[in-house]
């Protein structure tokens, strides 16, 4: 996803056609061996790339072809879960943070699309099926709720307490890279070392 988002910035070229049986036959080797690879990695790339190669022969402008490739990006996430608009979000939001009427059209016909095909091909069925459970009374709820507030709290202070680390790491410039690797080794190899 980080390429698709350097050439979209204009950072690098856009990747050849030879990365599409790369990320295909990778994938599927490294999905089959059970490495933790999500499947939306390589869709994300093999989408952005099947779109730089059509817009390659179709478009003229570099912005037209940038547009392209974010929305055959989006598209290969979109088919990744089966749902075309997070395909579009993710264009807008973690590709190129922006929003324009072009784009918008671009994102979501592309995912629209290809989650149409995907249909077709292998049916119009879930991908997740979650049981029905049975309807919590009001007074159940109660539990959640304090869940969901001490995940809250919980979740703030390990963002202050992250912000406050790396604060005092840049501040100490000091150390080298190998230092901090070897601080960072001390914290971590006792809770290592009891499992």
Not at 92 to 107: D, G, I, N, P, R
Not at 147 to 170: E, T
């Amino acid at each position: 996803m980080q390429r698709v988002e350097a050439f979209y910035s204009g950072d690098i070229e856009p990747a050849t056609i030879a990365i599409l049986p790369v990320k295909f036959f990778g994938g599927i080797a490294a999905i089959g061996c059970g490495l933790a690879l999500g499947r939306e990695g390589p869709t994300v790339q093999m989408g952005s790339s099947l779109a730089g190669l059509v817009s390659r022969f179709l478009l003229k402008r570099d912005d037209d072809s940038k547009l392209v490739d974010a929305a055959g990006a989006g598209a290969g996430l979109a088919v990744a879960f089966n749902a075309p608009m997070s395909g579009a979000i993710f264009v807008f939001e973690e590709l190129t943070s922006s929003f324009s009427q072009y784009l918008l059209v671009a994102a979501t016909g592309a995912a629209t699309i290809a989650v149409v095909v995907l249909r077709l091909v292998f049916g119009d069925q879930f991908d997740f099926v979650v049981k029905q459970v049975s309807p919590t009374t009001i007074w159940r709820i109660w539990p959640f709720a304090i869940l969901g507030m001490l995940i809250g709290v919980v979740g703030a202070l390990y963002n202050r307490i992250i912000i406050l680390l790396l604060r005092i790491s840049d501040g100490n410039v000091k150390l080298n890279s190998v230092y901090r690797a070897a601080v960072i080794g001390a914290v971590i190899l006792p809770g290592l070392h009891q499992r």
